[in-house]
């Protein structure tokens, strides 16, 4: 489904400062999985995430997903088949707008349209619909603007969008690090919920390690550009996985779930 062949990537190239996070990094994701990506910052999660959505460019691989190259596609047009949830709940959506323009502008990904067009009144009941899978009653704000919602409210909102139109990979990179425990908990069941339904193939940047197994179909660690841990899930604990990670990283201990 995907597959990362050769890739390459440096950082403040040809200085003191550089930076190699990748180098002949191989990789493959099957469709309709659910990996977690674990490791410290720095060992490459995010940019990986980055190189994958087109946000940065590789010097060197392929991206390939569903047998087609996208190094070429630029990251707005990769957007019409990849969807991504940021880990700061305003970074997947329009805070001045309200939520009835944000989840219009979704919808429209990728098409061309002018302002005064933005909002199909035909798929308002549909648009309510979707938003009551959320069970937080913001089918009945259409009309209010998303900086008012909570933190919680943004992102889940941010995850409805993201998967509406049923990308073909969705990207989660540590959607839940800024949220209170609860939240966390309400949106990762959602999250769960919206993947199944869609049958959505996904990867997860996550620190919680309980939700990293109780999530995820396959569980993979980086550790400086590299995967030092690929297993299934079932075929790990998590004081194995917990053990695995400090061991590499005696400065810094894993989030364990709270």
């Known amino acids: 489904m995907l597959d990362i062949k050769n890739m390459s990537k440096s950082f403040n190239i040809g200085t003191d400062n550089e930076t190699n996070i990748f180098t002949s990094f191989d990789f493959h994701i099957n469709k309709g999985e659910c990996t977690g990506i674990l490791g410290a910052n720095g060992c490459g999660k995010s940019t990986l995430f980055n190189i994958i959505s087109g946000a940065i460019i ?40 309200t939520i009835l323009e944000n989840i219009s502008l979704s919808d429209k990904k990728c098409q061309k349209f002018g302002l005064r067009k933005l909002i199909n009144k035909n798929k308002i009941s549909q648009y309510r619909e979707m938003l009551s899978t959320l069970d937080l009653g913001l089918e009945n704000k259409l009309d209010t603007e998303v900086k008012f919602l909570s933190g919680g409210q943004r992102q889940s909102l ?48 996550s620190h919680n390690v309980r939700d990293a197994i109780k999530y995820s179909d396959r569980i993979v660690m980086l550790d400086k550009g590299r995967v030092i841990l690929d297993v299934k899930n079932g075929c790990i604990t998590e004081k194995e996985l917990l053990n695995i990670y400090n061991s590499r990283n005696s400065g810094m201990m894993f989030q364990e779930a709270v």
């Open 58 to 97: 590789q010097e060197e691989g392929d991206i390939i997903l569903n047998g087609e190259n996208i190094n070429r596609l630029k990251e707005n047009e990769r957007a019409k088949f990849i969807g991504r949830v940021h880990q700061n709940p305003s970074a997947g959506v329009s805070p001045s707008l």
């Open 158 to 205: 941010s995850l409805l969008m993201a998967t509406m139109n049923k990308p073909e990979l969705l990207l989660l990179d540590e959607h839940t690090a800024a949220l209170d425990p609860k939240t966390s908990r309400l949106i990762m069941e959602k999250t769960k919920e919206l993947i199944n339904t869609h049958s959505i193939t996904t990867m997860m940047i």
